[in-house]
């Protein structure tokens, strides 16, 4: 036999007999495609690499001893942890074709799917909102903890410096023993711990609570910020330290009241809280959040599609944000597409939304602070999102008590509505002032008066007749609903 054809022949049988560096079997292949709990393109994956990063979730409720007797189960060989959460029943792994064959012998309720690639998503904006009205009566966020996920903060920028209450990193970057944290590990913490190296985290920061040195004073300026570093340097960061990010949030930062999210990857159509392992793990630490009071906001995205957005704010209890231009700025080429006129309240061409998009609010050309202690001005409804955030940050500040199923409502009530001409849907666009009056008391008919007589007219028929009442309190009268 010549020796190309011997070649052939020994390729063949090691295609044939199993799994060779990145290769499947034809056995292993069937059974990965008829296993509904592995998508296809994790199988897709195994074809171009012998290792692949995945996402594993498995059933709600499922705790750290039953994840740990799992992985015990599979050679280290074929599996190699990344993450493990606290709070959220997955965790993310570089794992072979045999490791996942290996965990759906032990397991049968989980759920395998690609770890995604997560990005940063990049005032007349404030006064468009109403925010500037509030500022004028003294609402600025006060007391209010806002986290902050994503490449970190410059922590030493004149306009952030008196926010920045604490720092968080969870950055493992690409494969290997060393992280992307200001340490070289995979995780920080204190301070230096979120150190920006980026550029995106600082200016989302400026947007929430500058202090006006440099850039604009932002939408709350004497709220706290948490800074997590979830991004490294490059600005594209993995979906587990994204999820990492929000577990602990969830499990250590009672205090938090506003999670921001301008960051995200995919693109998904509608509501995607099970689309896959992903958005699973991502939905039960939203949903954690979400029922203990803490609103997380995330922007929608800047692929200019019409029916998608990315994760997370197609998860249903996220507030998702699409953006709108702020200003007449004349022609306007951003993100891969132009507008070819901008206006107040016009929907960028760039910006994402589909059914399921919460709120608009301006994204356009926003000045904020910028990585040096400097200023910068880009677009993006990554900085629509701290516009919400912010807002949200003031409402929670004057309304400590109020749930985040009644805040979100009142962000999303608006007299003010907007239309997507990609997909003709009109949206509600942010308007601060009318959100707080949503959360508002009920005013009562007569003001509290104790022992002061009121005088109540009761229409009887045609005529009138006037009843004075004697240190009656006014908490048993009607109140304007």
């Known amino acids: 036999m010549r020796p190309a054809a011997i070649a052939v022949a020994l390729v063949a049988l090691m295609l044939a007999g199993g799994s060779r560096?990145?290769?499947?079997?034809?056995?292993?292949?069937?059974?990965?495609?008829?296993?509904?709990?592995?998508?296809?393109?994790?199988?897709?994956?195994?074809?171009?690499?012998?290792?692949?990063?995945?996402?594993?979730?498995?059933?709600?409720?499922?705790?750290?001893?039953?994840?740990?007797?799992?992985?015990?189960?599979?050679?280290?060989?074929?599996?190699?942890?990344?993450?493990?959460?606290?709070?959220?029943?997955?965790?993310?792994?570089?794992?072979?074709?045999?490791?996942?064959?290996?965990?759906?012998?032990?397991?049968?309720?989980?759920?395998?799917?690609?770890?995604?690639?997560?990005?940063?998503?990049?005032?007349?904006?404030?006064?468009?909102?109403?925010?500037?009205?509030?500022?004028?009566?003294?609402?600025?966020?006060?007391?209010?903890?806002?986290?902050?996920?994503?490449?970190?903060?410059?922590?030493?920028?004149?306009?952030?410096?008196?926010?920045?209450?604490?720092?968080?990193?969870?950055?493992?970057?690409?494969?290997?023993?060393?992280?992307?944290?200001?340490?070289?590990?995979?995780?920080?913490?204190?301070?230096?711990?979120?150190?920006?190296?980026?550029?995106?985290?600082?200016?989302?920061?400026?947007?929430?609570?500058?202090?006006?040195?440099?850039?604009?004073?932002?939408?709350?300026p004497d709220a706290n910020l948490i800074a997590v570093k979830v991004l490294p340097g490059s600005g594209s960061g993995s979906g587990g330290d994204l999820v990492a990010g929000l577990d602990w949030v969830l499990s250590d930062r009672p205090d938090v009241g506003v999670v921001n999210l301008s960051l995200g990857g995919g693109l998904y159509a509608g509501d995607c809280d099970d689309a896959d392992a992903f958005t699973l793990a991502l939905a039960t630490a939203i949903d954690g959040l979400y029922q203990r009071g803490t609103l997380v906001v995330a922007g929608a995205g800047n692929s200019g599609s019409g029916t998608q957005m990315i994760a997370p704010a197609c998860v249903q209890h996220a507030v998702s944000v699409g953006a709108v231009w702020d200003d007449y700025l004349g022609p306007q080429t951003w993100l891969g597409c132009t507008d070819a006129t901008t206006a107040p309240d016009q929907v960028a061409c760039w910006s994402n939304s589909s059914t399921t998009t919460d709120v608009f609010a301006p994204g356009g050309i926003t000045g904020t602070s910028s990585l040096g202690g400097g200023l910068a001005y880009l677009v993006g409804t990554s900085y629509a999102t701290p516009v919400v955030a912010a807002c949200a940050a003031l409402l929670l500040a004057e309304f400590p008590e109020a749930s985040a199923a009644a805040t979100t409502t009142a962000l999303t009530t608006s007299p003010v509505l907007v239309v997507d001409d990609t997909n003709g849907l009109a949206f509600p666009r942010l308007d601060c002032p009318a959100a707080r009056q949503t959360l508002a008391p009920p005013v009562p008919l007569f003001p509290a008066g104790g022992g002061r007589e009121l005088l109540v007219l009761l229409l009887a028929g045609v005529g009138v007749t006037a009843v004075r009442l004697l240190g009656r309190r006014t908490a048993r009268l009607p109140r304007c609903e």
């Open 21 to 220: 560096a990145g290769f499947l079997s034809e056995s292993q292949r069937q059974r990965l495609l008829a296993t509904p709990a592995v998508d296809r393109a994790v199988v897709e994956a195994f074809d171009a690499r012998d290792h692949v990063e995945v996402f594993v979730f498995l059933g709600s409720g499922y705790d750290g001893g039953r994840i740990d007797a799992l992985l015990r189960g599979v050679p280290s060989a074929d599996l190699t942890r990344r993450h493990r959460f606290r709070r959220v029943p997955a965790f993310t792994a570089s794992v072979t074709s045999r490791g996942v064959l290996r965990l759906l012998d032990r397991e049968a309720a989980l759920r395998v799917s690609l770890d995604v690639a997560i990005e940063p998503q990049l005032l007349e904006a404030l006064p468009l909102v109403g925010i500037d009205q509030l500022h004028a009566i003294g609402r600025t966020g006060a007391g209010v903890h806002i986290a902050v996920l994503d490449t970190g903060i410059d922590t030493d920028h004149p306009d952030l410096v008196g926010a920045l209450l604490d720092e968080r990193c969870f950055c493992e970057g690409a494969a290997g023993p060393a992280g992307c944290c200001p340490n070289g590990l995979d995780t920080d913490s204190g301070p230096g711990s979120a150190e920006d190296d980026h550029g995106h985290g600082t200016r989302m920061s400026g947007v929430l609570a500058s202090a006006g040195v440099v850039a604009s004073v932002g939408g709350a």
